[in-house]
């Protein structure tokens, strides 16, 4: 089903593909389980190399115990606003060059060479310290790199058509030199920022600068690694694969590298019509009708079409030659993975991690590692209907690993061998974590789907977790951790496809709202949902909902279950990050059901903790689902901090280790804007961040900003 809450980016998270009959809570089948034991006003940025100064010690970071700043209003204005006695300034737009060689952005559709430029629809955001020397440092403020995801563009039809100097191509096929650079302008970049103590810049020049794209060769790690179901025209052995695409959420490990999780991958994949027969009995049929892709789907922007090389014939997902080897078959199985990257060093290849499972990755969030216990990282798969997942590593945690001298070998030692589990919620307010390997009869005796190996279960994980019935979510987005207890919070940003039939206690809310006069059904705001567990590799866990995401003015029995007020109402909850400096939780919206009165936002809380509120029973009709909810929030609790440019998101941010600068990345202003338009600025839907003064062209740009306080303050404090 559409609503109307659908935004243009919106219906990548529609495919539905979860048609199993998997349970709620209360009717649970025993599964018998081994267990092996601004800147409205502010900001033109200042670009170029400005002198470091010698800012390494500023103050050290403080807890924040209250939240110090006044709410900012909801707003529908084109700008970013942040609140008094803030600043925000735009450092990092669509665009920016790479290095010294690539021309300034002109913004006008005929910009090329977008691999030495920042890439489109900027997402996760992880900051990742130097020292003046320029080496790896946790405690330098004034200088760093900030590794993100650029994680697709604004289109219509076919075309990126902000990329394109009269809009581009809509129609099929597509020409060659679109596709070459819609290519480029997905994917991941480093770029090294520092302050001079005055403002904040990106260093164009830095040895440290780096993009990878779609086309970056990477290589396969886990289970997944030499599998029959990789084996590609590309990689023969299953071994290798290239590039990275639609990254949406990011983490960072204990160990130092930057984690980025492939999303809505599956939509830039083609399937004729044909090709369930061309495959014969592959079971991968089921695999792909499961992934979003049945036959005869058409690619999200027909790259398949672009000509006869193998840039443009590996989005073809069709068995067209004598074998796999032949190729590209298997092509849309070398994405969906976790993946890793050594943001301080560019000559180091990305490894795609199979250990963690393939699914519609968000982030990747890590319980704080103890010595001599397993490394344990949770995730989300984004799509309606999807599942909650956690990784336990092998191998042990060795405090030495905190610093290695070889990153990634640390990533190998960690994240290549160890333990998926999924969650299972019940009603009772309890959980647990189910095992998803061979090791789980479930699993290996299936007769719902035919795993024959570790590599089966990494890369068809979403039918593993359907076999052994985990909880469908109403799309879970960002996990954190909170650095306080450890407890774990991932959004639920919003499900229209939840009803009275499939409500459960963790997913307990279907109702409608409405929007500008209009009806939207379902979970229409989202929630976020939050576990607690004795030793985070423990199977069982406790769960409450800690915020029921509303506008202010619903039924508090019902839909406002929250007590949320006009400071703090909010609606699609999706980045959520616990500062380390502060213990502030950051939540950053992605919304498309409130927008008729308010642009999305960023809110700042003080979060207490599972089981501080109580048990709620709400009435469906002649249906009653009890609940668990944490306490009301206040605007001590919870507050909005920033609102963003009209057609936005906010996506990632992060902070400097002394708490007193955060990057906050704005994506897809302007998304509604029609291709017909691009290039008459007085109908773009935004013309932000040109309209803050920040670079050439009218066109809206995905950017990152910077947000300092003026008296040289902790952020939110
Ligand atoms: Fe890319 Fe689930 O948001
Ligand atoms: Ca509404
Ligand atoms: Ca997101």
């Given at each position: 089903?559409?609503?109307?809450?659908?935004?243009?980016?919106?219906?990548?998270?529609d495919?539905?593909?979860n048609t199993s009959?998997?349970?709620?809570?209360?009717?649970?089948l025993?599964?018998?389980?081994?267990r092996?034991?601004?800147?409205?006003?502010?900001?033109?940025a200042?670009?170029?190399?400005?002198a470091l100064t010698?800012?390494?010690?500023?103050?050290p970071?403080a807890p924040v115990?209250?939240l110090?700043f006044?709410?900012?209003?909801k707003s529908t204005?084109?700008?970013?606003?942040?609140?008094?006695?803030?600043?925000?300034?735009?450092i990092?737009?669509?665009?920016?060059?790479?290095n010294?060689?690539?021309?300034?952005?002109?913004?006008d559709?005929?910009?090329?060479?977008?691999g030495?430029?920042a890439?489109?629809?900027?997402?996760g955001i992880?900051?990742?310290?130097?020292d003046?020397?320029?080496?790896?440092?946790?405690?330098?403020n004034?200088?760093?790199?900030?590794?993100?995801n650029h994680?697709a563009?604004?289109d219509?039809k076919?075309?990126?058509f902000?990329?394109?100097?009269?809009?581009?191509t809509?129609t099929?096929p597509?020409p060659?030199?679109?596709?070459d650079?819609?290519l480029m302008?997905?994917g991941?970049?480093?770029?090294?920022v520092q302050t001079?103590?005055?403002a904040?810049a990106?260093?164009?020049?830095?040895?440290f600068?780096?993009r990878?794209?779609t086309m970056?060769p990477v290589?396969?790690?886990?289970p997944?690694?030499?599998s029959?179901?990789?084996?590609?025209?590309?990689?023969?052995?299953?071994?290798q694969?290239?590039?990275?695409?639609?990254?949406?959420?990011?983490?960072?490990?204990?160990?130092?590298?930057?984690?980025?999780?492939?999303?809505?991958?599956f939509?830039?994949?083609?399937r004729?019509?044909?090709?369930?027969?061309?495959?014969?009995?592959?079971k991968?049929?089921?695999?792909l009708?499961?992934?979003g892709?049945?036959?005869?789907?058409?690619?999200r922007?027909?790259?398949?079409s672009?000509?006869s090389a193998?840039?443009?014939?590996?989005w073809?997902n069709g068995?067209v030659?004598a074998?796999?080897?032949?190729d590209?078959r298997?092509?849309?199985n070398?994405?969906?993975?976790?993946?890793?990257?050594?943001?301080?060093d560019?000559?180091?290849?990305?490894?795609?991690?199979t250990a963690?499972g393939?699914?519609?990755?968000e982030?990747?969030?890590?319980a704080?590692?103890?010595?001599?216990q397993?490394v344990?990282?949770?995730?989300?798969?984004?799509?309606?209907g999807?599942?909650i997942?956690?990784?336990?590593?092998?191998?042990k945690w060795?405090p030495?690993d905190?610093?290695?001298?070889?990153?990634?070998?640390?990533?190998?030692k960690?994240?290549?061998?160890?333990?998926?589990?999924?969650?299972?919620?019940k009603?009772?307010?309890?959980?647990?974590?189910?095992?998803?390997?061979?090791?789980n009869?479930?699993i290996?005796?299936s007769?719902?789907f035919?795993?024959?190996?570790e590599?089966?279960?990494?890369?068809?994980?979403?039918?593993?977790?359907?076999?052994?019935?985990?909880?469908?979510?109403?799309?879970p987005?960002w996990g954190g951790v909170?650095p306080?207890?450890?407890?774990?919070?991932?959004?639920l940003?919003?499900?229209s496809?939840?009803?009275?039939?499939?409500v459960d206690?963790?997913?307990?809310?279907?109702?409608?709202?409405l929007?500008?006069?209009?009806e939207q059904?379902?979970n229409?705001h989202?929630h976020i949902?939050?576990?607690s567990?004795?030793?985070?590799?423990?199977?069982?866990?406790?769960?409450?909902?800690?915020?029921?995401?509303?506008?202010a003015?619903?039924?508090?029995?019902?839909v406002?279950?929250?007590?949320?007020?006009?400071?703090?109402?909010l609606?699609?909850?999706d980045?959520?990050v616990?500062?380390k400096?502060t213990g502030?939780c950051?939540?950053?919206?992605?919304?498309?059901?409130y927008?008729?009165?308010?642009?999305c936002?960023?809110l700042?809380?003080l979060?207490?903790?599972?089981?501080?509120?109580?048990?709620k029973t709400?009435?469906?009709?002649?249906?009653q689902?009890?609940t668990?909810?944490?306490?009301p929030q206040?605007p001590?609790t919870?507050?909005r901090?920033?609102v963003?440019?009209?057609?936005?998101?906010?996506?990632?941010?992060t902070e400097?280790?002394?708490?007193?600068a955060?990057?906050v990345?704005?994506?897809?202003?302007g998304?509604n804007?029609k291709?017909a338009?691009v290039n008459?600025?007085?109908?773009f839907e935004s013309?932000?961040?040109a309209n803050a003064?920040?670079?050439?062209g009218?066109r809206?740009r995905?950017?990152?900003i910077?947000?300092t306080?003026?008296d040289?303050?902790?952020i939110?404090s």
């Open positions: 089903m559409t609503t109307n809450s659908q935004r243009p980016s919106d219906i990548f998270h495919e539905d593909s009959n998997n349970p709620s809570f209360d009717s649970v025993s599964t018998r389980l081994s092996r034991s601004l800147l409205g006003a502010a900001g033109v200042t670009l170029g190399g400005t010698g800012c390494a010690t500023s103050g970071a115990s209250s110090g006044k709410p900012v209003a204005a084109d700008q970013v606003t942040v609140p008094e006695g803030y600043t925000a300034r735009v990092y737009a669509l665009g920016d060059p790479l010294a060689a690539t021309p300034a952005f002109k913004n559709g005929t910009d090329a060479e977008f030495n430029r890439g489109d629809h900027h997402d992880e900051w990742f310290g130097l003046a020397s320029g080496k790896p440092s946790d405690s330098f004034s200088r760093g790199l900030l590794a993100m994680e563009t604004t219509e076919l075309s990126s902000f990329i394109h100097a009269n809009g581009g809509a099929l597509r060659a030199a679109e596709v650079k819609e302008i997905h991941l970049s480093v770029v090294e001079d103590g005055k904040w990106t260093k164009p020049a830095s040895a600068n780096r990878v794209t970056t290589t396969i790690h886990g997944a690694r030499g029959e179901h990789l084996v590609t025209k590309y990689s023969p052995d299953g071994t694969a290239r590039g990275t695409l639609n990254n949406c959420g990011t983490g960072r490990t204990p160990w130092g590298t930057f984690i980025s999780g492939e999303e809505n991958w939509g830039y994949f083609f004729d019509a044909k090709d369930d027969d061309a495959r014969k009995k592959d991968q049929v089921q695999a009708n499961r992934y892709r049945k036959a005869g789907t058409a690619s922007h027909g790259w398949e672009g000509g193998d840039t443009y014939t590996r073809n068995a030659a074998s796999a080897k032949d590209f298997n092509e849309m070398t994405f969906g993975y976790i993946v890793e990257l050594d943001p301080y560019k000559t180091t290849t990305l490894r795609k991690r963690l393939r699914m519609g990755h982030n990747a969030t890590f704080r590692a103890v010595a001599g397993p344990v990282a949770y995730m989300g798969d984004d799509a309606r999807e599942y997942y956690k990784f336990v590593s092998a191998a060795d030495a905190a610093n290695p001298a070889n990153r990634l070998a640390a990533g190998d960690y994240l290549d061998k160890g333990t998926l589990f999924t969650a299972r919620f009603g009772d307010g309890t959980g647990e974590w189910l095992e998803l390997s061979m090791d009869p479930v290996a005796g007769s719902y035919e795993f024959k190996s590599a089966d279960v990494a890369v068809f994980t979403r039918l593993a977790a359907d076999a052994v019935g985990a909880t469908r979510m109403d799309r987005e909170n306080k207890n450890g407890e774990v919070y991932i959004t940003t919003n499900n496809a939840r009803t009275v039939a499939t206690s963790a997913n307990p809310r279907v109702y409608t709202d929007k500008a006069g209009k059904k379902g229409v989202g949902v939050r576990m567990q004795k030793n985070p590799a423990d199977d069982a866990f406790q769960w409450d909902i800690y915020l029921f995401a509303s506008e003015d619903s039924d508090k029995s019902q406002n279950l929250s007590s949320l007020t006009d400071d703090n109402d609606s699609s909850p980045g959520l616990f500062s400096a502030l950051w939540i950053q919206t992605d919304d498309g059901a927008t008729d009165k308010t642009n936002m960023l700042a809380a979060p207490g903790q599972r089981g501080d509120g109580g048990a709400l009435t469906h009709g002649d249906k689902v009890t668990h909810v944490g306490k206040t001590a919870l507050k901090f920033l963003g440019p009209k057609g936005a998101e906010i996506t990632g941010i400097t280790p002394d708490g007193r955060i990057f990345n704005i994506q897809h202003a998304e804007t291709m338009d008459d600025p007085s109908k013309r932000w961040p003064g920040y670079g050439a009218q809206p995905s950017a990152t910077v947000i306080k003026n040289g303050g902790i939110g």
